[in-house]
């Protein structure tokens, strides 16, 4: 069982720089891939980043590619994604996720509850 909590969302103005951190329990977390997805009012939901276990794989698609990195620290059991350059558009509900692999598709085991980050023009 793995629990995962995000933080660090809010409001920030475009241009600006936030870092969210997906917390997980659980002494297996270093054994699972952790992925962020965002869900936009109205829209589906949208993975956005992707890391391996071991944190040596990396997946993000081109949409925040160069704006957006995902890390993470096995230690604290903690993955954090990185945003820079944030534009209104990235305004959405933002959702850590564990599974045994990265999938760009909503099919993981575990969700947290997500944090919501507004960014105005």
């Known amino acids: 069982q793995v629990q995962l909590v995000e933080s660090g969302g809010g409001l920030v103005q475009a241009g600006d720089s936030l870092r969210l951190s997906c917390a997980a329990s659980?002494?297996?977390?270093?054994?699972?891939?952790i992925a962020w997805f965002r869900q936009a009012s109205g829209k589906r939901r949208e993975f956005i980043a992707g890391?391996?276990?071991?944190?040596?794989?990396?997946v993000l698609p081109d949409s925040v590619k160069g704006r957006f990195t995902i890390s993470r620290d096995n230690a604290k059991n903690t993955v954090y994604l990185q945003m820079n350059s944030l534009k209104p558009e990235d305004t959405a509900v933002y959702y850590c996720a564990a599974d045994r692999v990265v999938r760009i598709t909503t099919q993981y085991i575990y969700w947290g509850q997500g944090t919501q980050v507004t960014v105005s023009s």
């Open positions: 659980g002494r297996t977390f270093s054994t699972y891939a």
């Open positions: 890391i391996s276990a071991s944190g040596g794989d990396r």
